[in-house]
């Protein structure tokens, strides 16, 4: 009974903890911010709103890249490149699950506060990438690979890379690997555009309809639409649209998105099952995963059609298991500190060793295969953990507000920009039939 005398409300989240202490909290919904309680699991003290880190998707970010950097640098990996799905998927999951936790603490959605945090943490370490490639074209560089950079960088700084990789073709297929080392950044440009339009769609249903299950239906329908568009604008031996266009890779963005819905509970706290149905869910995607990442063909039909859907819900089956289970053993393996340690600089892994490998392959193509992949992992192991130390973490921790730190941010990429734009080399020449052509 209430101390009012009508009958206690039943919450469902009781069924699945025991008895526990009660905390204040802000439901979820339209209608402002009302106190309620609402029972907390003893698992979950301390857990508040703010979505607290989760050590086991850090373990997630490891695999990714390391999958792709072994893809990327000619290991037998054939569907390592499959791990930028993983990455899609778990940057879904993790920014909506930001959202849902600011709404449940606040009762609104800061969308300039979270422009801010994502400009914060991931422009400046991007922006270092490009100064260094920019320093390196002009201290020697060929001049095909100039102008490719040039406006590749170009493309870089409004976060269109891979609209610009289609429409000029200079895609995985467009040009030769060592004329185009900002190739990989159309994975962070799809990235980026989600965070621009997601949030909006965020407060539009969630704000306004302040329905759960609208939310959930949503993202559902926007991995679909995705993944159908993906299939209809593939096209053999010419599948850039399909593979790097933001409309057809969105799905795994929306598949996490739709994860972090259905795991935390109104108040943002992430909910758990038993182990007996996550652990067997969880080896059962990650061995489907596996199977992919070593079959899986990049200009083949067949990833169009279904692979890439089949990827993305069984990576958001595989951390669902992880979040889900809590602290279990599966949880704890993909949290524990070498998977940890590689993922909290995955990001800055990403970056580098697309330009180290690009490089390496121009400036030592005399060099065995073997010796040039021990170099580039070694290169790219120090200066993605120097990015991490003295780029990423000082800025990103910074007390100075965006505002300060904006004009500074903004004055290096204009520096940049005058680079790629005014530098210019001369124009390599081809004399076809009385036709100049230019090089891409």
Known sequence: MRPDGGPRRRDPVRNLVPARPARLSVPYGAGGPRLREEPVAPADRGRRAGAP??????????????????YHFGLPLRGGFLGVDLFFVISGYVITRLLLAERARTGTTRLAVFWARRARRLFPAVLTVLVVVQ????????????????????AALVYGSNWYSIFAEVGYWGVPVDRA??????????????YLVWPLLFVALAGVLGSRRVL??????????????????????????????????AGGLALGALLAVLTTSAAAVDRRLPARVTTPAGVLAAACLAWLWFTADLGGRSLYTWQLPVAGVAAATLIGSLVLTGDGLPARIAGSRPFVAIGKVSYSLYLWHWPIWVFLAARFPQWPAVDRVIAAAIATAVLATASYHWVENPLRHSRKPMKVMAPAFLAVAAVVACAAVLLQPPAPVEQRDDVQVSGP
Do not use: K
Request: proline content about 6%; some cysteine.
């Open 53 to 70: 880190h989760l050590p086991a998707v850090d373990g997630l970010r490891a695999l990714a890249v390391l999958g792709v950097i072994a």
């Open 216 to 249: 959930a239906g949503a993202a559902l329908l926007c991995a679909g639409c995705a993944y159908t568009a993906m299939h209809l604008f593939f096209v053999p031996g010419a599948p850039d649209r399909a593979y790097l266009g933001t409309d057809c890779r």
């Open 181 to 194: 080392p900002l190739n990989h950044l159309w994975s962070l440009a799809v990235e980026e555009q989600y």
């Open 135 to 154: 320093a390196w074209m002009h201290l020697g560089a060929g001049g095909p690979m100039r102008h490719t950079v040039n406006a590749q960088t170009l």
